[in-house]
């Protein structure tokens, strides 16, 4: 399992503008490597990451080998109502981690 | 076609490649090694991203550092000039590069409920290079933004022994 870090404000202001960054470790091992026995390094890396916002995707991004290990990914959202912030990593090998977070609008 | 690549390629990268053509030849099943993206390359990928509409430049700020010691994490980000509103707003920022084993970096989807226009990671880079994000608007044009940066250790091609 994966590990996971979210950053967003558990509060906000309804309307405001929250900046939400999350990071996960995993090697994204490019594929374009050669290991000790002379032979390439099979790609492993994560190819999607979602984000949605109480069931609505409001961020995805397409990844590729060029990200750098434990992908860091930052991104903005408009905080509209209560609820649940899921993210989502899916990736080669049959990679899949979930991850959530709360977020209270006042 | 040689000149050019020897003079791009870093000693450290001449020597992996020449330890992996050896490689390659004792054990005859082991695949090639990819060619490095090209200038071309990532021209022909811009025009995959964009297609037939005409890429236009500014907008798209691209905030990365001009000097990286370590090419395996440099990070990046992308920030474009939007209003953001309903009718108004940035539907994908997609970011390209000449020279690693593939021009892809990164796509992604945003919306008007983003707010901001900006997106932050962290990539690696195999050679000093430019760097290129490109940002589609609601209105179906697009913007572009790049950025040079040189690196001084190189990512993907550094193997493990």
């Known amino acids: 399992m994966a590990r996971v870090m979210i950053n967003l404000p558990p509060r906000a202001k309804r309307g405001e503008v929250v900046a939400v960054k999350t990071l996960i470790s995993h090697p994204m091992e490019s594929g374009f490597r050669v290991g000790t026995n002379g032979a390439l390094i099979p790609r492993d890396i994560i190819t999607l990451f979602t984000c949605t916002y109480n069931g609505e995707e409001v961020f995805r991004a397409e990844l590729s080998p060029a990200i750098a290990a434990n992908p860091f990914i930052a991104f903005f959202t408009t905080a509209t109502e209560s609820g649940t912030m899921v993210f989502r990593w899916t990736g080669d090998n049959g990679f899949s981690t979930t991850e959530t977070a709360a977020i209270t609008v006042e | ?161």
Do not use: Y
Request: with cysteine; hydrophobic share 45%; proline share 6%.
């Open chain 2, 1 to 161: 076609m040689v000149d050019s690549l020897l003079s791009t390629a870093t000693r450290r990268c001449l020597l992996i490649r020449t330890a992996g053509f050896a490689a390659g030849v004792a054990v005859s099943s082991a695949p090639l090694r990819a060619a490095r993206a090209t200038p071309q390359a990532m021209q022909e990928a811009i025009r995959r991203i964009v297609g037939e509409a005409g890429l236009q430049h500014g907008k798209v700020t691209l905030d990365v550092p001009p000097l990286v010691e370590n090419g395996n994490t440099v990070p990046l980000t992308v920030s474009v000039e939007s209003p953001m509103s309903e009718a108004d707003h940035v539907k994908a920022i997609h970011i390209v590069n000449e020279k690693n084993p593939q021009p892809f970096v990164i796509s992604t989807a945003i919306g008007p409920r983003a707010g901001r226009a900006s997106l932050s990671t962290r990539i690696k880079l195999a050679d000093s290079q430019e760097v290129v994000a490109v940002a589609e608007m609601s209105d179906g044009s697009f913007w572009s933004g790049s950025a040079d940066v040189v690196v001084t250790i190189a990512a993907c091609v550094e193997d493990l022994r």
